[in-house]
């Protein structure tokens, strides 16, 4: 037998290794966590699919002084992880001037994080459009504004929707990152709870459960958009 | 987006003449690389002039149309449509590059129909129609709509309004194409093999259209095709062009039976006897 001395100790005088009526008890306390990471992960995602596409445009437009900037934002954010994002935005912007709390600061870090990625994908959904819809456009004198609106995005976009579907369960991951940054969202809720009480049980699975509760029915959400926004294509 | 320059057919030149060729081009140059499609091209298009362009794949056939749609801008030369410069723009009696404005409002004469369609998929046949007047003339959605469903009749799809491309077949769409080039009210009209893309019981019912078309508007069409039947009966000149240069030109009744260079000889012994 090759036992912990931890755990040898816990089953003789520890507390019980899941206890309902505490679970019960937490229950409300991480419900209302869960609320702020949903809320940071909607204001993420809100934000990411906007300046994605903003991105994506901008990286393609024929105006060097445009599309470089876009295109070094998007490769440094990608190269370096949310985490440091998340310090720069709270601690080191302060230094600048600029005071977030640690909420806003935290949206927007996901939301900007994940715009770099989303912006690859609206990217390879305008490629996938074909170049003979941007040749009827004009032959048709419809103004550059126009033929993205009303050509281009509305064939580019559903093609996209599986990609940034997968990135909102991926952000809703995320999130927990931003208990580094004072925001008391599901998991440092959970982790609060367990230095308060000592029990790390109860409070971290039901933070799991609480996540798979969330995840599950967003990525059925994400399957049956999926489905609705597919159209034969001529 | 309607723009106010939306109804301006201005176009920085001086107003000309009738007699002026409504399509001319002059010393048109355009390379890809090493491969010289347009070598000095110089061609005049009158009002109302149907032009057929004929000759071998990758001769530039295309490219023609592409420069007088936009598509591709030209290395060199200077195009005039409808009396206006495609490309340039006259300031203080100087030729300049012209804005992207005035490009509009020139190009708001031209429209095209291409091989494969282009219809937007994710439009009915009569918003494929309708979508031009609306955003680039500035029409309200019951005129555009209107004319649509005239235009849509007009090329024998009444019963077609409201499908979407994929539930259409290749003529039904080269069809709706058609019309939704028409509802542009092009001065200038191109067709790009239009119908090279389609089953061959599939394009009697298209050639009927722009035949149609041909012999009762007077709208100046240009055209590519490798229907020489077609060609022979709604052309008033027929272009032979190779190598990036129009080398020979003639009224289809002559240049069909008494080519004189041997390589439109070659070209339409080629064609016509496989």
């Known amino acids: ?234 | 987006m309607s723009e106010p320059d939306v109804e301006e057919t201005g176009t920085g030149a001086s107003p000309r003449p009738e007699a002026e060729p409504m399509v001319r081009m002059e010393q048109v140059t355009k390379a890809f690389g090493d491969f010289v499609c347009l070598d000095r091209l110089d061609l005049d298009v009158k009002t109302g002039e149907k032009v057929v362009i004929i000759g071998p794949s990758g001769s530039g056939k295309t490219t023609i149309l592409r420069v007088l749609m936009t598509l591709e801008r030209p290395d060199s030369g200077v195009v005039e449509v409808a009396g206006g410069y495609l490309y340039h723009q006259l300031r203080d009696g100087q030729l300049v590059k012209g804005s992207e404005k005035h490009l509009r409002a020139v190009r708001r004469n031209v429209s095209m129909v291409f091989q494969h369609f282009n219809l937007f998929p994710h439009m009915t046949a009569l918003r494929n129609v309708s979508i031009g007047p609306m955003k680039a003339l500035g029409r309200s959605k019951e005129q555009a709509d209107e004319r649509s469903r005239e235009l849509l009749g007009m090329v024998g799809l009444d019963d077609k309004v409201h499908q979407y491309p994929a539930q259409l077949s290749g003529g039904q769409k080269q069809r709706v194409a058609i019309a939704r080039a028409l509802a542009m009210e092009p001065k200038v009209m191109l067709f790009d093999e239009i119908t090279s893309a389609l089953d061959p019981e599939l394009v009697g019912e298209v050639l009927n259209v722009v035949r149609q078309l041909a012999h009762t508007t007077d709208m100046t069409m240009l055209l590519v095709t490798h229907e020489m039947g077609f060609a022979r009966e709604i052309a008033d000149r027929v272009l032979m062009f190779a190598g990036g240069r129009i080398i020979e030109q003639a009224p289809p009744e002559e240049i069909f039976t008494e080519p004189k260079t041997e390589r439109t000889k070659a070209f339409l012994k080629a064609v016509l006897h496989h």
């Open chain 1, 1 to 234: 037998m090759n036992v912990h001395p931890a755990r040898l100790l816990a089953q003789v005088d520890g507390p019980k290794a899941w206890d309902w009526d505490f679970a019960w008890e937490i229950v409300p306390d991480l419900l209302s966590a869960l609320w702020v990471t949903v809320q940071a992960t909607v204001v993420g995602v809100v934000l990411a699919m906007v300046l994605g596409l903003v991105f994506a445009i901008a990286r393609r437009s024929t105006i060097r002084l445009i599309s470089w900037p876009v295109a070094v934002f998007i490769e440094f954010v990608r190269s370096t992880p949310l985490l440091v994002q998340l310090f720069f935005l709270f601690f080191v912007l302060p230094d600048l001037g600029v005071v977030l709390s640690g909420f806003v600061a935290g949206a927007l870090g996901l939301g900007i994080h994940y715009a770099c990625y989303t912006s690859e994908s609206y990217r390879a959904g305008i490629e996938s459009v074909d170049r003979g819809q941007w040749e009827a456009a004009q032959a048709i004198n419809l103004t550059a504004t126009t033929t993205w609106r009303s050509v281009i995005l509305p064939q580019a976009i559903p093609t996209v929707i599986p990609a940034l579907g997968n990135y909102l369960v991926a952000m809703f991951k995320d999130a927990p990152l931003l208990s580094t940054i004072t925001v008391l969202e599901l998991v440092g809720e959970a982790k609060r709870i367990q230095a308060v009480t000592f029990r790390p049980t109860e409070a971290f699975t039901l933070a799991g459960v609480l996540f798979l509760a969330v995840s599950i029915p967003s990525a059925a959400l994400v399957r049956y958009l999926e489905r609705r926004f597919r159209y034969e294509r001529a």
